[in-house]
C-alpha cells in the first residue's frame, strides 16, 4: 500500500481513519508504540522564497511532482507565478495526474491579478470547453485582454504580433451577436482586475490562511474537491471504494442541520482513491445524500455483514478506501451513529447506523486492507446546529466503539469536540488538512523529513500545526487530531 506521500500503514492492517470526533481516548505517545516510528532529526526550515525557487527550478527542469509541492504553498498565499506555474503543471504537466478543472482555477486566482499568460491559458480552456464550460464570449474577451496585459518585452516580440493577427482572425469570425456579448464580457473582467489590483498591492504580503471562496455550486452547496497535487498511483484494479457525502439533511423535511461542505470533501477524497490510490472509478461506490437503507446495502446490517461492499472484494486482494462525511450523533449508552439523510433526530438509535456495526462488518471482509476516513462529529452538536433534539451536548458522551485488534483509527478530534468547517464553507478543516497532507505538505519540514512519504508521525505533527490551530484561531475551539495504531493482521 505504499506509494509517494501516502501514509506508511502496517502490513496486512486494516486502516481507520476517522477524520471525526467518535473516540475520547487519545493515542499513546508515539514512544510508547512499537509500530510508530521515532521522530527523525528535523529539517532545516526552508523559507517560501527559497521553496518558491526550487519549485521554478523543478519546473524547468521538468520534474513536475517536485514543483507543485514546493510551488503549491506560494500559489495558495497569492504569489502570482506560482499559481501560473500550478496551472500550467495541473493542464499538461509530466508526472502528475492532468486535470484542466483544477488548472482553470488556478488560472483564474492568476488572472485576477493581471497574468496575461494566465488569460491566454484560461481563454483556450474556455475556447475549448476543457475542464470548463464552453465560452466563446469569455475566450475572446480573455484572449484581448492578454495583449493588452502582456509585459513591455514581451510586446516586443514577434510572436505577440502573432496573436494579435490570431485575435483579428478569431474576432472576423464571430457572429455580431457574439461581438456584443464578448465586448461585454471583456469589460467586466477587465474592471474587475483594475479594482482588485488596488487592495492587492497592498496585501501581497500579507499570508491568506483560508481558502479563495469557490463559485457557487448547486444550492449552496459546494463541491469543488480541494486543489492538492498527487502523484500518480500504481493502478490497483482489484481495490475498492465506498464514498458518502451527505450534505443534504433539510431535502426531506427533517430536523437536523445541514452539512455544507460534505459534497465538497467528499469530491476530494474521490479524487484522492483515483488519482493517488489508483482505484479505478468503476469500483468507486459513490453515494451523496445516502439512506438508511443504502448503507445498509452498502455495509451490511448487525446480522448480515455481506452486503454490496464484501460482494466487491478480492479477498486477499483488495484495498478497501472508505469515507463518509455527514452528521454523526451519540445514541443510548455512549454508542455513536452515523446520520442518514432520512433519519429522524428524535430516534437515531432506530434510523441511524452504529458505528459498532460499521466497524464489526468492515472487521469481517476479506480484504488486503481497509482504510475509512469519517468527517464527522459525535457530540450531538456539529458546526450546523445541534443534531439531537432537546438534549445539551455537555452531557452527550460517547464510548470507544469496539475495534478488531487490526483497525487503525484516525479521529480529528475527541468525543466531546466539533469537526469544524473552513470559514467559507468550502470545506472540512479535517478533511482539507488530512488530503494536503497526504499530497505532500506532511513530509515537508518542520512536520517531515522530506523523503516522499508521509508516516503517522509527520501526519500527526501536521494535522496539529493545521487543524488544531484553525478551528483555536477560526472558532476558540479544542480540536486535536488523533492517532491509534492497530497491531495488523
Avoid at 513591455?152 to 516580440?157: D, H, R
Wanted: net charge neutral; charged share 20%.
Amino acid at each position: 500500500m505504499t506509494h509517494v506521500f501516502r501514509a506508511a500503514l502496517v502490513a496486512g492492517a486494516v486502516a481507520v481513519a476517522v477524520a471525526a470526533c467518535s473516540t475520547g481516548d487519545a493515542p499513546p505517545p508515539a514512544q510508547q508504540r512499537p509500530d510508530v516510528a521515532a521522530p527523525a532529526p528535523a529539517a532545516p526550515a526552508e523559507t517560501a522564497e527559497s521553496r518558491l525557487q526550487q519549485g521554478v527550478a523543478a519546473y524547468r527542469g521538468g520534474d513536475h511532482a517536485t514543483a507543485l509541492r514546493h510551488l503549491m504553498p506560494a500559489a495558495r498565499d497569492g504569489h502570482v507565478r506560482a499559481q501560473l506555474l500550478v496551472g500550467l503543471i495541473f493542464r499538461r504537466g509530466k508526472d502528475v495526474v492532468n486535470d484542466p478543472a483544477l488548472a482553470a482555477r488556478w488560472f483564474q486566482r492568476a488572472v485576477q491579478q493581471g497574468n496575461a499568460q494566465a488569460m491566454r491559458e484560461l481563454g483556450a480552456l474556455y475556447r475549448q470547453g476543457e475542464g470548463v464550460e464552453k465560452d466563446v464570449a469569455l475566450a475572446h474577451a480573455l484572449f484581448r485582454l492578454s495583449l493588452e496585459y502582456a509585459p513591455p518585452e514581451a510586446k516586443a516580440k514577434p510572436q505577440w504580433r502573432t496573436a494579435q493577427e490570431r485575435l483579428a482572425s478569431f474576432t472576423s469570425r464571430m457572429a455580431p451577436a457574439m461581438r456584443e456579448r464578448a465586448d461585454k464580457r471583456y469589460n467586466v473582467l477587465r474592471t474587475r482586475i483594475i479594482k482588485a489590483a488596488a487592495p492587492a498591492a497592498g496585501a501581497a504580503s500579507a499570508p491568506q490562511t483560508a481558502s479563495t471562496p469557490p463559485p457557487a455550486d448547486g444550492e449552496g452547496f459546494p463541491d469543488t474537491p480541494v486543489a492538492v497535487a498527487y502523484a500518480k498511483g500504481e493502478p490497483r484494479p482489484d481495490d475498492v471504494a465506498v464514498i458518502i457525502g451527505n450534505a443534504d439533511y433539510g431535502k426531506l423535511g427533517r430536523d437536523i442541520p445541514d452539512v455544507v461542505p460534505a459534497y465538497a470533501d467528499a469530491a476530494g477524497f474521490k479524487r484522492y482513491v483515483v488519482e493517488a490510490l489508483g482505484v479505478r472509478e468503476g469500483n468507486v461506490i459513490d453515494l451523496r445524500d445516502a439512506t438508511g437503507a443504502q448503507m445498509i446495502r452498502v455495509f451490511g446490517d448487525a446480522d448480515d455483514h455481506r452486503g454490496q461492499l464484501f460482494d466487491w472484494v478480492k479477498p486477499g486482494l483488495s484495498r478497501v478506501h472508505v469515507y463518509y462525511a455527514g452528521h454523526g450523533a451519540p445514541g443510548d449508552e455512549g454508542g455513536a451513529y452515523l446520520v442518514p439523510v432520512d433519519a429522524d433526530a428524535a430516534r437515531i438509535r432506530l434510523n441511524g447506523y452504529a458505528l459498532d456495526t460499521l466497524y464489526a462488518n468492515l472487521g469481517k471482509l476479506p480484504a488486503e486492507s481497509v482504510t475509512v476516513v469519517l468527517e464527522a462529529c459525535f457530540s450531538g452538536v456539529s458546526q450546523g446546529g445541534s443534531v439531537v433534539t432537546n438534549a445539551s451536548p455537555v452531557y452527550l458522551k460517547t464510548r470507544q466503539p469496539a475495534l478488531p485488534p487490526h483497525l487503525t483509527v484516525v479521529t480529528a478530534g475527541a468525543a466531546d469536540q466539533i469537526a469544524s468547517w473552513e470559514q467559507d464553507r468550502s470545506h472540512s478543516l479535517f478533511t482539507r488538512h488530512f488530503l494536503e497532507g497526504m499530497g505532500g505538505a506532511a513530509d515537508v519540514a518542520p512536520h517531515g523529513n522530506g523523503d516522499g512519504s508521509v508516516d503517522w508521525r509527520e501526519l500527526r505533527a501536521y494535522l496539529g500545526a493545521t487543524v488544531t490551530y484553525l478551528a483555536r484561531r477560526y472558532y476558540g475551539r479544542d480540536q486535536t487530531a488523533q492517532i491509534v495504531v492497530g497491531r495488523g493482521r
